[in-house]
C-alpha cells in the first residue's frame, strides 16, 4: 500500500513537472511571438548553418542568384553570423530573435527601399519680362514715381533705369507696374536669343510654324530692337493685332520703322517643337484671358434659334474693343468671346485639330478667319429668323439654309445680309421649261448664287440711276483702263452654308470632325474628287460616268432620269468663272467668293479639295480669269443636325424684298404655277435693259443676241474659262461634266 501512495506521487509529481515546462514553453513562444521579428522557416533555417569559410569562398554570381530568389526574409550577413553564434548546432534555439533595423518601416529586410513617387512632367513656366531683363541687367533698381486713383483701384506707376535711359510701368499693383516697366525696357533694345521664351514674355504664344534654326524674320510683331524690322510672319493662319504694324498686346502703341529690305521669300518651314506649340495648353481661354486682364466683366447681348438649337451671344470689352462669341450655351459663348480677343489682341490660337483649322485665302485678308465666320453665320441665321417669324412660319421647315454676306472694309459689325434661302431638291424632268419659267436646281447654295446675281443687276441699275444717293451707294464702279465695271475697293462676299455642299464636299465628311480627326486618312482613294450629280425628285449625289452624257430633251420628257452636277461641283465651277454668271460677265470682271462658311460638317481637308485642290492643274484661262482660293472654314458652335424629312420647297429673299418667295422644288414654280422672280426669264429680261443703256461701255462687244442662248454664247472668255475646267476635271480622272439640254435655253423674250 505504501509503495502504491508513493508511486502515485511521483507519477503526479512528474505531470505536474511537465506541466510546468509546457507553460513555460508555452510562454516563451508566446513572448517570441511578440517580440522583434518572426521565426525563419525551416528552409532558412538550414541557410543559416553555412560555415563562414564556404560563405566567404560563394562567388559573386551565386550571390547574386540567391538575392535573386524570393527569400525576402532573410537577413544581412552580419545578422546571420550573429544568430548563428547564438544558435548551438546551427538550429534556430531559444536564442531572442534580432529587432527591426531602423529606417525600414516595419520591414526587416535591409535591403528594404520605399517606392518614389514619379514626378508628372508639367510644362515648363516662361519667365516674364521682370525675370529676362534680370538676367540681362542684374541689380536694376525699380522706384515708385506716383500712386494715383481711389483706394479700393490704385494705379502705381514705377521707373526703371536701364542703359541710361528711363522707363515707366503702370498697373493696379506695383508688381504689375514693375513688370510693364519691364517689358518696356525689353522692346526697345533687347534682341532675344531664345525667341520663344521672348515671345511668351511679351504675352504671345508661337504659331505651329515657327522655325527657330530659321535666319529669315518669321516671327508675327517681333519687334525687340529699334533699329531692326522683321518681315511680317508668312503664316495667314496667325494675323496681326492690327494693322498699322504697332504692338497692341499691352494696350499701348509702338508705331514700327520701315522695313529696310523687302520681305524674304518664305520657304515652307518645318514644325516648331511641341514644347513651344501650345504653352497654353490645358486651359480654356476665359482663364487665358482673366490671367492676362484680370477682372474683365462678360455681358449677355441676345439669345435667338429654334428650340433645339438655341445660340447665345456673350461679349466682352477688352482694351477698348468689344468682342462677341456665340455658343450653345453661355459658357460656351463667353469662351468662343475670349478666344476672339486673345485672337485679335494677343494672335493666340489655342489648340484646335487640324481637319477644324480654317484654311485662308489667297490675297488680301481683312478679318480674322474665325470672327468673321461666326459673324457671318450669325447673321444668315437671325435673318431667317426674323423673315419666319422667331422660325414660327410653316416655311421655316428646311434641311439646309444658306445665305451671302457683304462687306465692306474690315469691321464685321458692317457687314450686311444681302440674300438667304432653303431647299435640298431639283426639278422633276417633265415640269423642265424651253422659256426659262422654272428653276431646275433648287438646292440653297444654287438658290442663294442666283439671288446675289439679282442683287448685281440691282446694283449696276443704281449705278446708272440719276439719284445721286442710289449712284454713290452703288457696289460698282468704272474700270480706269478698260470698259466695263469693277467692284469697289474692299466689297467682299462671302457664301454661308449649314452643311456642307452635296457631292465630292460631303460625301467622305458625315460627321463633325473630332479632336483626334488628323484630316483626310485617305487622300489618294480613286473615290476623291470625282464629280457627282443629283438624283431628280431625291436627295444625295452618284458619281457621273467616265464617258460623257448627252441629256436629250425629249429623252428627259419621256422619263429618262434628269441629271444635275453637285454642288460641290458648282462651286468649284464658280471658283474659276466667277459666280456673276456668263450674262454678267457682259459688264463686269469676273466676281468670286471671299470665304465660304460651313455651319456644320466642315472638313478642311474635303472641303478643299472639293472647292479647288483638284483642279489646281488647270490650265490656258483667259487673263481675267483665276482659280480662287477663298477663305473656308466653319463656325465655332456647329449647327444641331436638322430631323425630319426635306420639305419639298424651297424659300429665297434678296435684300430690297418684303417677304419671302415660296417655290415647290418638284415643279421649279410657286404653287400657284407662277414663275420665280429668281428664273431664267426673269433674270434674262433685267440683262436686256441693261445691255440697251450700257451698250457703248459693255466689256463684251457683239451684235445684239436673238435669244438666252446666244447672249451666253457670246461671252467667248467666259466659256473658254468653262471648258479649260472642263479639261481639268477630265485630265485628273474626275469624270465630264454632265450639261442640261440645249433646248431650254433657245428663248427670247417674245416667245
Known sequence: MALLLDGSRTTAAYYCHIRRRFKRRRKKRCERKGGAGARPPPNQQRLLTIDGDEEENMSSCSTDVKENRNLDNLFSKEGVAAEAAQLPNGSAGGGRKRPLEEGNNGHAHSKYRPKKRKKIPGPILP?????????????????LLSQTGP??????????????????????????????????ALRSFVQFPNASEAHMAMGRTLSVHTDFTSDQADFPDMLFNGFETAAPVDDPFYLASNSNGSFSSLGIEYPLLASPVPNPIHAPLPPAPSAFASPTSGKN????????????KYDFVSESGESHA?????????????????????????????????????????????????????????????????AVSR???????????????????????????????????????ICVSTGTKCINGEYMSDRGLALNDCHAEIVARRSLIRYLYS???????????????????????????????????????????????????PHEAGMEDQGDRHPNRKARGQLRTKIESGEGTIPVRSSNTIQTWDGVLQGERLLTMSCSDKIARWNVVGFQGSLMSYFTEPVYFSSIILGSLYHADHLSRA?????????DLPQSFALNRPLLSGISNAEARQPGKAPNFSVNWTVGDQGLEVVNATTGKDD??????????????????????????????????????????????????????????????????VKKPIEQDQFSLAT
Open 611 to 619: 472647292m479647288y485642290q483638284r483642279i489646281t492643274d488647270i490650265e
Open 310 to 374: 438655341k445660340n447665345f451671344i456673350m461679349s466682352v470689352t477688352v482694351d477698348a474693343q468689344n468682342f462677341q462669341g456665340s455658343g450653345r450655351n453661355k459658357k460656351l459663348a463667353k469662351s468662343r468671346a475670349a478666344q476672339a480677343a486673345l485672337s485679335a489682341l494677343f494672335n493666340m490660337q489655342l489648340d484646335q485639330a487640324p481637319s477644324r483649322q480654317p484654311i485662308p485665302r489667297e490675297g488680301l485678308q481683312l478679318h480674322l478667319p474665325q470672327v468673321l465666320a461666326d
Open 285 to 296: 481661354p476665359v482663364m487665358i484671358l482673366n490671367e492676362l486682364r484680370p477682372g474683365l
Open 459 to 509: 446694283q449696276l441699275e443704281h449705278f446708272l440711276s440719276t439719284n445721286k444717293e442710289e449712284h454713290q451707294n452703288s457696289v460698282f464702279t468704272r474700270c480706269d483702263n478698260t470698259s466695263g465695271f469693277r467692284l469697289k475697293e474692299n466689297v467682299q462676299f462671302h457664301l454661308y452654308i449649314s452643311t456642307s455642299p452635296c457631292g465630292d464636299a460631303r460625301i467622305f465628311s
Open 127 to 143: 519667365k516674364n519680362a521682370l525675370m529676362q531683363l534680370n538676367e540681362i541687367k542684374p541689380g536694376l533698381q525699380y522706384k
Open 672 to 737: 400657284l404655277g407662277r414663275p420665280s422672280r429668281l428664273c431664267k426669264h426673269v433674270l434674262y429680261s433685267r440683262w436686256v435693259r441693261l445691255h440697251c443703256k450700257l451698250s457703248s461701255s459693255l466689256r463684251i462687244q457683239a451684235e445684239k443676241p436673238g435669244n438666252y442662248h446666244e447672249a451666253k454664247q457670246a461671252a467667248v472668255e467666259y466659256h473658254e474659262a468653262k471648258q479649260a475646267l472642263i479639261k481639268a476635271f477630265h485630265k485628273a480622272g474626275l469624270g465630264a461634266w
Open 151 to 184: 483706394v479700393h483701384a490704385p494705379v502705381f506707376v514705377m521707373t526703371v533705369e536701364v542703359n541710361g535711359q528711363l522707363f515707366e510701368g503702370s498697373g493696379p499693383t506695383k508688381k504689375k507696374a514693375k513688370l510693364n516697366a519691364a517689358e518696356k
Open 379 to 417: 447673321l444668315v441665321v437671325d435673318k431667317f429668323s426674323e423673315l419666319t417669324d422667331n422660325f414660327t412660319s410653316p416655311h421655316a421647315r428646311r434641311k439646309v439654309l444658306a445665305g451671302v454676306i457683304m462687306t465692306t472694309g474690315s469691321d464685321v459689325k458692317e457687314a450686311q445680309v
